[in-house]
């Protein structure tokens, strides 16, 4: 059975802290990791509180500059693979005092009885007492995965989950260093693993003002992937404008070869935006370069098919720009989930749990 670590990234935490490490302890969590993620201010109250949490029998990682939540965590469970072993399995928490030991205990159950689930620690956001950046922000975020990943998922905004030992190889090489890997692990996790969902109180102490989230720029690192998506696309066909302008009328190459040389320059581009940028890949070329061009073949043949078929009832403009449309989302979710798929990670582990029951379910386990 695999050892619960309890991952727990601050940045300036305060004496809470240290009452939560205390109570998880109280609860039977006794092994925690705290990443100190560039604090500038470690005294609270006269009292040190990394150091008095090292007291208290925490391991405690520092950076010595602020790299973010998601570096944070990595660096978490890079910390507690060395200290522990492989057989882990984590929960991760925050250190301002929203996730109540009991909750966490209950994630910890919930992850326990299903070993190879994401467990989910979910909040109502209905309430009075939950701040309008929080209640919209998780609305966009709950839409946009669904639309996105066809699943719902309630709060995908939740620090509070628990990673089966089967998803670490990823948690390992998700993209991001900030608040945008949650999300990106998220989204990742729901294609291969089931989620399960546990009901946690709502904490919002002072109107969440503890909080290091960055409403604007933090926005963008979690929307960052079907951004930088929609950005290579959109510097792919500039270039491939610019080239097919170039070729036909100061090269007199003619129509035919410079819509070719030029559509095959831009998928070359496309290419490696997406790999390196958009999706962050970090495995060889070849196998995704070949991917990626039979998805290019068939766009061409399929986007050509549709364009000339629906220019008998409309313009020909009209259709194509309905067209491409359709096909630029959809090239979206085949390249993220077959082109540039998540799978082997760097020390060829794989993730093994793969399962139906995608849409999630909700964690009826004791209470604490």
Not at 250 to 261: C, I, K, V
Request: charged fraction near 20%; hydrophobic fraction near 40%; include cysteine.
């Amino acid at each position: 059975m695999a050892k619960s670590i309890i991952i727990i990234p601050a940045l300036n935490p305060d004496l809470r802290l240290c009452y939560l490490v205390n109570e998880l302890k109280n609860l039977g969590l006794n092994d925690i990791v705290i990443i100190d993620d560039g604090s500038t201010k470690r005294v609270h109250d006269g009292k040190n509180i990394f150091h008095e949490i090292t007291k208290m029998g925490c391991i405690l990682h520092r950076h010595n500059a602020n790299l973010g939540k998601g570096a944070a965590i990595k660096s978490g469970i890079k910390t507690a693979i060395k200290t522990y072993g492989n057989n882990i399995e984590i929960i991760t928490c925050d250190a301002d005092g929203q996730h109540l030991p009991k909750d966490i205990r209950r994630v910890a159950d919930a992850l326990k009885e299903n070993p190879t689930s994401l467990i989910l620690g979910t909040r109502d956001f209905s309430g009075e007492n939950v701040p309008k950046k929080s209640k919209y922000g998780n609305k966009i975020t709950s839409l946009f995965f669904r639309i996105t990943k066809k699943k719902k998922c309630p709060d995908t905004q939740t620090g509070l989950r628990g990673i089966p030992n089967c998803l670490i190889p990823l948690a390992l090489e998700e993209q991001g260093q900030r608040y945008e890997y949650e999300m990106n692990f998220l989204s990742d996790a729901a294609d291969i693993n089931d989620m399960i969902y546990v009901p946690i109180e709502t904490v919002y102490e002072d109107g969440n003002k503890t909080s290091h989230f960055r409403p604007v720029q933090d926005s963008l690192l979690v929307y960052g992937r079907p951004l930088r998506y929609a950005s290579s696309s959109l510097i792919s066909t500039v270039a491939e404008y610019a080239l097919f302008i170039l070729l036909e009328m100061f090269l007199g190459s003619g129509a035919f070869f410079a819509q070719a040389g030029s559509r095959i320059f831009s998928g070359i581009i496309n290419f490696a935006l997406n790999k390196y940028w958009a999706f962050g890949s970090k495995r060889s070329g070849s196998r995704e370069l070949i991917r990626y061009s039979i998805l290019f073949g068939a766009q061409l043949l399929i986007s050509a098919t549709l364009i000339t078929a629906l220019s008998y009832v409309m313009s020909a403009v009209i259709a194509k720009i309905i067209v491409d449309t359709c096909l630029f989302f959809i090239s979206y979710q085949i390249q993220r989930r077959w082109v540039f798929k998540k799978g082997a990670t760097t020390n060829e582990r794989k993730i093994y749990k793969k399962t139906k029951n995608a849409k999630g379910k909700i964690y009826m386990g004791h209470s604490i």
